[in-house]
T-cell receptor
Framework: DSGVTQTPKHLITATGQRVTLRCSPRSGDLSVYWYQQSLDQGLQFLIQYYNGEERAKGNILERFSAQQFPDLHSELNLSSLELGDSALYFC?????????????FGEGSWLTVV | GQQLNQSPQSMFIQEGEDVSMNCTSS?????WLWYKQDPGEGPVLLIALYKAGELTSNGRLTAQFGITRKDSFLNISASIPSDVGIYFC???????????FGEGTQLTVNP
């Protein structure tokens, strides 16, 4: 158990709909990252938040948005869903050590758009 | 897009054999991480490397941070069936920045 909690684990929705994926980072971790993994693909970075502020943006579509709340949990909002948005969405959180960061992933939210 | 070249893409080995995989980059990373992912699961951190030249072990796993900071390798000794999965390398340029992932190495271990 990495300590990073994601809900829901599975989600099936229709094209054009909107969904929200939720992530609770490890206790004390200020950074939250979102990644997308399509079938048989690697992990593509979407966006990072640090202590409530957006820190870095990757290949995130304009239809997608995210935020990190004061209690440090984060939500990824996916709207106007298309079939190609079907993927595993991972949240990760990081802890800074004196030697460097260690990043832990949640179990993922499996989104199927039909 | 991906900036890490991970090889090999797949490996088919017999139980008990040793395995080696590596990642190379055109740019420098200050942290290298190795993850294992089972189907439908999240990546599980295996080893973290923070210093050029560092050699770190975790049980039967050994990983090294290349001296140039542009590469890393992972060795698995005496493989067992539960080693099956996809292994990803990931690099981090600066502390707290995003991870860049390799394409993954699919490992199959035949009993």
């Amino acid at each position: 158990d990495s300590g990073v909690t994601q809900t829901p684990k599975h989600l099936i929705t229709a094209t054009g709909q909107r969904v929200t994926l939720r992530c609770s980072p490890r206790s004390g971790d200020l950074s939250v990252y979102w990644y997308q993994q399509s079938l048989d693909q690697g992990l593509q970075f979407l966006i990072q938040y640090y202590n409530g502020e957006e820190r870095a943006k990757g290949n995130i579509l304009e239809r997608f948005s995210a935020q990190q709340f004061p209690d440090l949990h984060s939500e990824l909002n996916l709207s106007s869903l298309e079939l190609g948005d079907s993927a595993l969405y991972f949240c990760a959180s990081s802890v800074a050590r004196s030697t460097g960061n260690t990043i832990y992933f949640g179990e993922g939210s499996w989104l199927t758009v039909v | 897009g991906q900036q890490l070249n991970q090889s090999p893409q797949s490996m088919f080995i017999q139980e008990g054999e040793d395995v080696s995989m590596n990642c190379t980059s055109s740019s420098i990373f200050n942290t290298w991480l190795w993850y294992k992912q089972d189907p439908g699961e999240g990546p599980v951190l295996l080893i973290a490397l923070y210093k050029a030249g560092e050699l770190t072990s975790n049980g039967r796993l050994t990983a090294q941070f290349g001296i140039t900071r542009k590469d890393s390798f992972l060795n698995i000794s005496a493989s067992i069936p539960s080693d099956v999965g996809i292994y990803f390398c990931a690099g981090q340029r600066t502390s707290g920045s995003r991870l860049t992932f390799g394409e993954g190495t699919q490992l199959t271990v035949n009993p």
